[in-house]
């Protein structure tokens, strides 16, 4: 069965404080590796789609990277408004299009 | 172009009682995916729809669950007698056709609560 570990639950980060949050996994057969955002009250908000080992992107203070066993999201000088709860999700070959969801990471930047 | 709308945002029902979720998908995406989230838990995956169709519906957990998406368009979730357990937050997701591996896009979900 996909697994999908998230770490750390919670983290806490003073503006301009860069870091990076993990996504551990374990699936057969990786189709794709999800992070997304969600905020309170809303829907999650898509952000990348990784493929395979040693892809990146990027997306303003945000990277993505991923490696055959985790990925990670990495923030660089975050502003107030990045915070949020981040999402990775993993789909695999035997799981059809369902994404399996880690908990997610709530993430604070204070001013 | 508008994104997956959900109705209602909040419903509060009896234990017992009958309630039903509603999705319209982004306009054209065949996929349609239900998810839900119960708390202190992550998002769950439901069932996955390819225009009228139910591709997959390993995740419904009973069968006092139905979905159905009426001529391929927007989607209803039906939970029937409602249970105490069923309460969390729903979501809907849609995707364009051939692209299931990627950027399916969720809305704002429906927080059930059963009391």
């Known amino acids: 069965e996909d697994q999908v570990t998230q770490s750390p639950e919670a983290l806490r980060l003073q503006e301009g404080e860069s870091s990076s949050l993990n996504c551990s996994y374990t699936?057969?057969?990786?189709?794709?590796l999800f992070w997304y955002r969600q905020d309170p009250g809303k829907g999650p908000e898509f952000l990348f789609t990784l493929y395979s080992a040693g892809e990146e992107k990027e997306k303003e203070r945000l990277k993505a990277t991923l490696t055959k066993k985790e990925s990670f999201l990495h923030i660089t000088a975050p502003k107030p408004e990045d915070s949020a709860t981040y999402l990775c999700a993993v789909q695999g070959s035997n799981s059809g299009y369902a994404l399996n969801f880690g908990k997610g990471t709530s993430l604070l930047v204070t001013p | 172009e508008a994104g997956v709308t959900q109705f209602p945002s909040h419903s509060v029902i009896e234990k017992g009682q009958t309630v039903t979720l509603r999705c319209d998908p982004i306009?054209?995406?065949?996929?349609l995916y239900w998810y839900r989230r119960v708390m202190g838990k992550e998002i769950k995956f439901l069932l996955h729809f390819v225009k009228e169709s139910k591709q997959d519906e390993s995740g419904m957990p009973n069968n006092r669950f139905l979905a159905e998406r009426t001529g391929g368009t927007y989607s209803t979730l039906k939970v029937q007698p409602a249970e105490l357990e069923d309460s969390g937050v729903y979501f809907c997701a849609s995707s364009h056709a051939g692209r299931g591996y990627t950027e399916a896009f969720f809305g704002q979900g429906t927080r059930l609560t059963v009391v």
């Open positions: 306009s054209g995406h065949d996929n």
């Open positions: 699936v057969s057969g990786l189709r794709g």
